[in-house]
């Protein structure tokens, strides 16, 4: 497989299966791939959500670098880090939540976000996972919801009160049997 440039990528550029490997957030070139990488996401969700790129979350490598969050990557077969997530503590007991999950524009729809999540799950298939996307990411909600996520809180962020919806995957499907928390909440 070749590196393409932005403007020869092409779909049959994805390999058959993603390999997805730790990264080591601490090494300063890997800091700052992901802070290029999360930048690139954010200012694209941005365009899409008509939010001013502002009013982002913003990471700095430094946070990058000091975060106690599991980071794990996917790279293109020159090296390119295509996509990553990053996973740690919640704020509600019990589960885990992605914090940042990111796909290279180039390498959107090729299955990089779905790998990586697979992966995650496989490495601990008896826990919970949260995610926090925003209502009007159509995109984020479907790979989310496909891969057996549930809306259960909803709120708003920042000064342009952006709507966020926080969804949950549960251990196992039957684990959402006496759960009932559809009730909006912020």
């Not at 796909?103 to 990586?116: K, N, T």
Request: hydrophobic share 45%; with cysteine.
């Amino acid at each position: 497989m070749v590196e393409m440039s932005n403007s020869q990528a092409a779909p049959g550029d994805a390999p058959k299966t993603w390999r997805v490997a730790r990264l080591d957030q601490r090494e300063a070139a890997v800091a700052l791939e992901l802070h290029s990488l999360i930048q690139e996401a954010q200012a694209q969700e941005s365009a899409l959500l008509e939010q001013d790129a502002g009013e982002s979350v913003v990471r700095s490598v430094a946070d990058i670098s000091n975060s106690p969050h599991l980071y794990l990557g996917v790279r293109s077969a020159s090296g390119l880090l295509v996509g990553a997530c990053s996973v740690g503590t919640d704020d509600e007991p019990g589960q885990l939540c992605i914090h940042v999950l990111v796909v290279h524009p180039l390498f959107q729809r090729r299955g990089v976000a779905s790998a990586v999540l697979q992966h995650i799950f496989r490495q601990g298939p008896g826990l919970n996972f949260a995610v926090v996307a925003a209502q009007a990411n159509a995109s984020a909600l479907a790979l989310y919801t496909g891969l057996g996520f549930v809306p259960y809180r909803w709120g708003t962020m920042g000064p342009a009160e952006l709507a966020l919806v926080k969804l949950r995957r549960p251990a196992r499907p039957d684990t959402l049997a006496g759960h009932s928390s559809s009730t909006p909440s912020s």
